[in-house]
């Protein structure tokens, strides 16, 4: 299964990140994947990514990812 399968009904999705201690890229690649297939205006938003997180976003350029937004935790 895609990631972006079980997404097929629409809507935008919110993943907190404020716990995750570890993320490779293989699981940073599947959040990407998923945002890049949201369809309709629909977002997912990573919210509280970790400062490796958001680097490794930014090192690969996936932050620029349609249907992806980055929310820190001010932005809350």
Do not use: I, K, Y
């Amino acid at each position: 299964m895609q990631p972006t399968d079980s997404m097929a009904g629409g809507g935008s999705f919110c993943v907190d990140l404020s716990g995750l201690v570890f993320c490779d890229v293989g699981g940073l690649r599947a959040l990407v994947t998923a945002a890049a297939g949201m369809r309709g205006g629909h977002v997912l938003t990573l919210r509280s990514p970790s400062p490796q997180v958001r680097r490794l976003l930014e090192l690969t350029g996936w932050h620029q990812t349609a249907g992806l937004h980055l929310q820190d935790r001010s932005n809350s």
